[in-house]
Structures are given as structure tokens and as C-alpha cells.
């Protein structure tokens, strides 16, 4: 088959690499020339500056120029095309509904291209990035206002986590398709062979809405979960003494109605689906009228449960935060990324800033340089205040208290470098319960406050 992918962000460089490797000829199409040769060099420092997944650089290096083709010329690649998967970026606006400008300007310009072709054989549009529910139909419109001749529309929503994205576009738990005729079901089939009656991956065939609708309802859930467990689990283990929350989280999760995944408690869900996608949600509901209670106590809490540990360090621990020194510790949303969209440390940073804190001495493994984006002191000055490290140890030396943000593994017992970084008096704030061994912490003389614990004074 020969396909296109229009994007090359994560979602799409991830598609058009993973369909390359199935022998399809695919072709991906960004106006962006500086990245398009970045991906061309096939050089893994150069492909992670913009796409830093395991395993994505080497399957690019392979796969380019016999499979994989890099353009900026969509005239140049559209003659011959089965199938144009659409992976542009559809980023919030202030209400919460999506920005579709991006989208809707290749749409523009494919269906101008698509008009005046000279083969006719039947092309495929299919949505791939997160739309609000009736792109599809709008997309329709579009092919038919263009008077584009022999072309349908699909929605194939892609369920993609960061850091795993190669390993899920090559084993999905589904692939779910939502077109309106035979012809453009077979030639998704097509494209997908290899995961059509597969034993272990469900292949679902449906309506376009009913797709769009898959991937909302799929991702508000998982973030309905985790804030059920952030929401109601946390407060439990934070208002009666002696609730172990890891012991809970086993008891609860042994029945396997209940997911393991979801259940870690933490200072909020980041990232660039769970927040946008939820917000989309309510804006498109709202809009028909529709009450949207559920989402809306997901989306507070979550937004809640990112800084709300300040006000606790404040309350129960009484920590005074103007004039002091504060190490941050994490900054990606997630463990094993440098992304850093909706980071909770995004909220953290403003928060101390508002209190007043005299310095934010920061430490991420990988996320320094994205931080340094978000955090310009140019947009505004009181980021002066933020100073970056090689490391925790570094970032601790010199502060009153630490805030850890993110769960990356080698912040798991962080306690013997605290302890060689910091004397007490000392607040250790854990938004990610990296720290097992409080007991140590508080039998030395720090202070220990964790997202799902009461306040542990020191001893
Ligand atoms: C998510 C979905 O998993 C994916 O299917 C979807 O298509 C895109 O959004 P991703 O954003 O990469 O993927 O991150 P994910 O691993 O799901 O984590 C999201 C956030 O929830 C992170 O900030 C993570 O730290 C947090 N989280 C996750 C918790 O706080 N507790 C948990 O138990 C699990």
C-alpha cells in the first residue's frame, strides 16, 4: 500500500515508522523541512531531539529510503496514494474545545491536491490525532465542497502512552476503525493485515463517531481511575493513621475486575492527552447542553492533587515557603520522557513562585533543556529564580525543603542522598511516594509529607 502521514510529531512519526516496517511504502509529510532532515539522517540524537522514543531511531535508520520517505512536497508523493493518515497537532484552546486550525489547514491543502489528480483509484482519509467527535463528518464535507472524486473518510484514534509508543503501534490491545463503507474497511484492513484476526489484539470495525467517541471515553476513563484512587484512596490514607496505602492498593487491586495500572497515588496526571481530551470532553457535552458532572470532579481533582501538598506542607507540617530555598526534583510528566506538557511540576513552579520562594533549585535525568522552554525568564522573570543540576544531590545542597515531582526510579530511596545532601531541619514533600523508607528520614530529624500519608514529623 502506499500511504501518507501528514505530521510528524510523536503520533505520526511513530505511525509512519511502524507501518513502514510492515513493507508498506509510506511517505511522511511534514512542512517542517529542519525536522523532516532530521529524521532523514536516520541519526538517533537527531530523531529524539524531536521524538525521543526507545526503539524509534533504529526502526527510521532501517526502514529509510526503501520504505520510509521524508517530504515536505505533498503534490510530489499524492499521485498513486491509498491511504492519508492525519496525525496534526489539535492543541486546547482557553474553553477547553480543541484548536483545529492546523488540522483543518492540510486538510485544505489535500483536498486541493487530491481535486486534480490524475489516478482516481479510492483514497482513504483517516483521523488519527485526537478530534472532537464529528471530524469525520466535517472532513466528509470537506472532500465533497473540494469535489474530491473517489475518497472517504475514516477515524482510526491512536491509544499511544509515551516511552512505549513503539511497542504498542507493533502489539496494540486494539485497533479500532470507524469509516462508512466496505471499500474504505478493506483497505484499512489492508493496511492493518497483520493485526486483523489476530488472536490477541481486538480489531474493531465501527462508525466514525463511535471511534472519535472511543478514544475520549478511553482516556477520560483512565483518568477518571487514577483520580478515583488520587481523589478517594489518598484521602483515606492522609485522614485515619495507620492505613498502609500500599497495602491498600494490593487488597484492592487483587480482584481482577481492578487494574493495577492507574492505582499508584500521585500529585497529579500529566501529559498531553489526559488534560486536553478531558477538557475537550466537557466543552463538547456542555455544548449539546449536556450536564457533565463526572468530568468535571475528574478534571478538578486532578488539577487539585497537583500542588495541593503546598497547602498541606503549610497546614499540618507548618512550612513557611517565602524567602526559602525549595529542590525540585523531577520535572517530566511521567517517568522515562522529557515531556513536560501539563507536568504537575508546571503547577508546582508557580505555586512556590506565588509563595514566594527565594530559589527552585531543579533536577530531571532528561527534562532540563524542555524546562528551560517552559520556564523562559523572558516571559517571565520570576524564573530567574530557577536554577538547574546534574543532579539530586546537587539541587538539594543549601535548601530547606525538597518537593519530588516525578517518578523516576532513581528517586526510589532517595533518603541516603538527602541525608548526605541536607541536615535537618528539613521538609521532604513526595508528590510520588518515592520514598519507602521515611522512617529512616524521620528518625534523623527530617520531616516527611506524602501524597496518601498524614504529615511523619521528625522523631
Ligand atoms: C496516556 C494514555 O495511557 C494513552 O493510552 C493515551 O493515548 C495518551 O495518554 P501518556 O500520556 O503517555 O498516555 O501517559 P500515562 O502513562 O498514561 O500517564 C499519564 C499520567 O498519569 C502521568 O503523569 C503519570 O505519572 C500519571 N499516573 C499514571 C498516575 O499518577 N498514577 C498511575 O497509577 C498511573
Known amino acids: 500500500m502506499k500511504i501518507i502521514v501528514a505530521g510528524t510529531g510523536f503520533v505520526g512519526l511513530t505511525h509512519a515508522a511502524v507501518c513502514s516496517e510492515y513493507g508498506h511504502e509510506v511517505y511522511a509529510y511534514d ?10 539522517s536516520g541519526e538517533a540524537e537527531q530523531i529524539n531531539h524531536y521524538v525521543n522514543e526507545p526503539g524509534l531511531a533504529e526502526i527510521i535508520a532501517e526502514n529509510k529510503d526503501r520504505y520510509l520517505f521524508f517530504s515536505s512536497d505533498l503534490e510530489g508523493i499524492i499521485e498513486g496514494t491509498d491511504a492519508i493518515f492525519l496525525c496534526l497537532p489539535t492543541p486546547p484552546n482557553v474553553d477547553g474545545s480543541s484548536d483545529l486550525s492546523f488540522y483543518f489547514k492540510a486538510v485544505d491543502h489535500i483536498c486541493t491536491l487530491l481535486a486534480k ?3 482516481t483509484r479510492r483514497i482513504v482519509l483517516i483521523n488519527k490525532s485526537t478530534v472532537p467527535i464529528g471530524t469525520a463528518r466535517q472532513l466528509e464535507r470537506k472532500l465533497h465542497e473540494y469535489n474530491v472524486p473517489n475518497a472517504g473518510v475514516a477515524s482510526n484514534p491512536e491509544f499511544l502512552p509515551e516511552g512505549d509508543a513503539v511497542e504498542k503501534s507493533r502489539r496494540p490491545d486494539r485497533v479500532t476503525v470507524g469509516a462508512d463503507t466496505d471499500e474504505d474497511f478493506r483497505i484499512i484492513r ?17 462508525t466514525p463517531e463511535t471511534a472519535e467517541a472511543i478514544k475520549y471515553v478511553a482516556n477520560t476513563l483512565l483518568l477518571t481511575y487514577i483520580s478515583f484512587w488520587n481523589g478517594v ?18 487488597g484492592v487491586t487483587a480482584d481482577n475486575r481492578i487494574s493495577t495500572w492507574g492505582s499508584y497515588v500521585s500529585n497529579g496526571a500529566g501529559g498531553s492527552c489526559f488534560g486536553k481530551d478531558i477538557q475537550s470532553l466537557i466543552y463538547q457535552l456542555k455544548s449539546a447542553g449536556q450536564p457533565t458532572d463526572v468530568l468535571q470532579s475528574v478534571y478538578n481533582i486532578n488539577e487539585y492533587q497537583k500542588t495541593y501538598l503546598i497547602d498541606r506542607a503549610s497546614r499540618e507540617a507548618g512550612a513557611r515557603f517565602n524567602q ?10 511521567k517517568q522515562r520522557t522529557n515531556d513536560m506538557r501539563d507536568a504537575s511540576s508546571l503547577k508546582v513552579v508557580e505555586t512556590l513562585l506565588a509563595r514566594g520562594v527565594s530559589e527552585i533549585r531543579a533536577y530531571d535525568p532528561v527534562a532540563t ?15 530567574e529564580k530557577i536554577s538547574y543540576y546534574k543532579s539530586a544531590k546537587e539541587a538539594l545542597a543549601g535548601t530547606d525543603m525538597v518537593f519530588i515531582s516525578t517518578d523516576w526510579e532513581e528517586f526510589r530511596g532517595l533518603s541516603r542522598t538527602i541525608e548526605q545532601a541536607v541536615k535537618p531541619p528539613f521538609l521532604v514533600i513526595d508528590g510520588r511516594r518515592m520514598i519507602p523508607d521515611y522512617n529512616e528520614l524521620t528518625e534523623r530529624g527530617y520531616g516527611y509529607i506524602a501524597v496518601g500519608s498524614p504529615y511523619m514529623p521528625p522523631k
Request: charged share 35%; proline share 1%.
Open 31 to 40: 512542512i517542517d523541512e529542519k525536522k523532516l532532515n532530521a529524521y532523514r
Open 117 to 119: 489528480r490524475a489516478d
Open 190 to 206: 489492508r493496511i492493518y493485515s497483520q493485526f486483523v484476526n489476530h488472536v490477541r489484539i481486538r480489531y474493531i470495525e465501527t
Open 233 to 250: 484512596g489518598a484521602r483515606l490514607g492522609e485522614t485515619f493513621a495507620n492505613i498502609r496505602m500500599e497495602d491498600l492498593k494490593r
Open 324 to 333: 526559602k530555598k525549595v529542590a525540585l526534583l523531577g520535572l517530566a510528566f
Open 369 to 383: 533543556a524542555e524546562a528551560k522552554r517552559f520556564f523562559n525568564p523572558e516571559n517571565n522573570h520570576l524564573f
